[in-house]
């Protein structure tokens, strides 16, 4: 059984920061690029970023260029979401997923191409 579990959610001022965490499990975790999505009340869920199997491609959406970073480590079976600068408009559940059906893509943007989602866990910015 896969299990993708997100921890490191809360609720920060906007300006601060949260470490958002992706532990996997009941899968090969270097075989699977990971991604970040995000839904907020009322909202689509939206792409974040997503990072490779390697950590050799990461890829981000243009509104948290510059201020969250993506990294992984395959021995811990864990993926990380660093968000600095946070804002208002960051609110929202964030999910991490998991696929290894592409390498490295551009097309690791789109939801549909994930086999796994985790639960999600809350962010909630205050301004």
């Known amino acids: 059984q896969v299990l993708l579990v997100e921890s490191g959610g809360g609720v920060v001022q906007a300006g601060g920061s949260l470490r958002l965490s992706c532990a996997a499990s009941g899968l090969t975790f270097s075989r699977y690029a990971m991604g970040w999505f995000r839904q907020a009340p009322g909202k689509e869920r939206e792409f974040v970023g997503a990072?490779?199997?390697?950590?050799?491609?990461?890829y981000y959406r243009d509104s948290v260029k510059g201020r969250f970073t993506i990294s992984r480590d395959n021995a811990k079976n864990t993926v990380y979401l660093q968000m600095n600068t946070l804002k208002p408009e960051d609110t929202a559940v964030y999910y991490c997923a998991a696929t290894n059906w592409l390498t490295a893509s551009t097309r690791l943007v789109e939801d549909s191409v994930y086999q796994y989602w985790g639960q999600g866990t809350q962010v909630t910015i205050s301004s």
């Open positions: 990072i490779t199997w390697s950590g050799g491609n990461i």
